[in-house]
């Protein structure tokens, strides 16, 4: 299925993912109407929608890589990173803390440090840090929101894990 296709078929439900409320039954319902289409949406999709020109590709994308197996797109989920876009940083972020989970090396740890973190008045910094906290790799948990756009990690990371669970 191409990007085109696959954004017609979403509609709106994308909006859904910018404050995700995994308790809200209408949430889950849009998450689930995201989840329909994954099976017709192969890896290379996956990789292009998690560095889309847009946000609302990424976040589509996230959504696909963490019910795929989040550990394969690890690297567009760095490339992302690299070309940041607002609202997908944090999401970006919650999505790598679960294929870290599952694989670490020395190589992702290098590509993460090399990272530019001031884009998004720090937001790609700020979301970096609270992955490295929720793993374990830092001690240094900097709270709060994401300081460009308010995002609360713990609420993709959240999402992430229901759809894992799904």
Do not use: A, N, Q, Y
């Given at each position: 299925m191409n990007i085109t296709h696959l954004m017609t078929e979403i509609g709106n439900s994308y909006l859904w993912l910018n404050i995700p409320?995994?308790?809200?039954?209408e949430c889950r319902q849009k998450v689930e109407d995201i989840l329909r289409v994954e099976p017709l949406?192969?890896?290379q999709t996956v990789n292009e929608l998690l560095t889309f020109e847009d946000w609302r590709g990424r976040m589509i994308g996230h959504v696909f890589a963490v019910q795929k197996g989040p550990q394969q797109f690890i690297s567009a989920m760095l490339d992302s990173l690299a070309d940041p876009r607002g609202l997908a940083i944090v999401p970006t972020c919650a999505a790598l803390l679960l294929a870290f989970e599952e694989e670490q090396s020395q190589e992702w740890l290098s590509r993460i440090t090399a990272l530019d973190?001031?884009?998004f008045d720090g937001d790609v910094g700020w979301s970096?840090?609270?992955m490295m906290?929720?793993?374990g790799w830092s001690s240094n948990d900097p709270g709060g929101y994401g300081p460009n756009d308010g995002q609360d990690f713990a609420v993709h990371l959240a999402l992430f894990r229901w759809v894992t669970d799904s």
């Open positions: 409320d995994i308790e809200d039954s949406v192969g890896s973190r001031s884009p970096l840090d609270k906290f929720h793993l």
